[in-house]
């Protein structure tokens, strides 16, 4: 069977998605090991996406494979939940379709991007979002969000250590809204480089700051230079929301 699990973590504490060698404590090695625990023995968990350290997720999807279970698959979630930290929690279990994968059958992708705009910074928001203290202008960031929506070469807005094959990817939504102090960054897309969201939220910050105008946004875009493009914005204000998988699972939230 092919088992997709939706789970949710604060990454605050955590050394990102991807277990690695020499780099403990991750979300996969944690979620592994009470998986052992509970089945018996060790399954490899894909996740549709490797948060980097201190990046939180509100729906990922991750899935395993395997012959049989000694517990029924919808129990999973309970049954794991009371090994794992209270920062980690599996809140749905199903039998995905064969051949499903939770990277490659994705459609769309959407990550928020969360900024405090207060003068003083709030302290329970510390750990979810980046003290921006000068006021941001929304409706610039929004216009120059605009310009990124659709089919690109995005090698100015990633990580020079990525490993992606291709920098071209499309974004269909990235929306800019203020509630109060707080503005949220919104952005979904077909797939994401090495730091892209982050690093375009520090782009539209520039913009939003006066440190960077409007008319420079698709210049920055089309030169693929990443010095032209804004700071990657901290870690701890990106959660991963939610994966569309299409027509594969078409009721999967």
């Not at 920062?87 to 490659?104: H, L, M, N, S």
């Not at 100015?156 to 929306?175: C, M, N, P, Q, W």
């Amino acid at each position: 069977m092919n088992i997709l699990l939706t789970v949710q973590y604060d990454g605050t504490n955590y050394n990102g998605w991807q277990r690695q060698e020499n780099t403990p404590h991750t979300i996969q090695e944690v979620l592994e090991a009470a998986l052992e625990l509970r089945l018996g023995a060790r399954h490899l968990i894909t996740a549709a996406g490797r948060t980097d350290a201190g990046v939180h997720a509100l729906a990922m999807p991750c899935a395993f494979c395997v012959d049989s279970m000694s517990i029924p698959y919808e129990r999973l979630p309970l049954a794991m939940n009371t090994l794992l930290p209270q920062d980690i929690r599996v809140t749905a279990a199903c039998v995905a379709p064969d051949g499903f994968d939770p990277i490659t059958s994705a459609v769309a992708k959407t990550y928020r991007y969360q900024l405090d705009n207060a003068e003083i910074p709030n302290v329970f928001l510390r750990k979810y979002a980046w003290h921006v203290h000068k006021q941001l202008d929304v409706a610039a960031m929004s216009e120059a969000a605009s310009h990124f929506v659709g089919v690109h070469d995005f090698k100015g807005f990633a990580a020079a250590h990525g490993s992606a094959k291709t920098s071209v990817r499309e974004i269909f939504a990235l929306d800019v809204t203020r509630e109060a102090d707080i503005v949220s960054i919104s952005v979904t897309g077909n797939g994401f480089l090495y730091n892209m969201v982050r690093i375009i939220t520090g782009t539209l910050v520039d913009v939003g700051l006066g440190a960077k105008s409007l008319a420079e946004i698709p210049g920055i875009i089309a030169s693929g230079d990443r010095k032209r493009a804004g700071q990657t914005a901290p870690a701890c204000g990106l959660t991963m929301i939610n994966v569309d998988y299409g027509k594969i699972l078409p009721d999967y939230k």
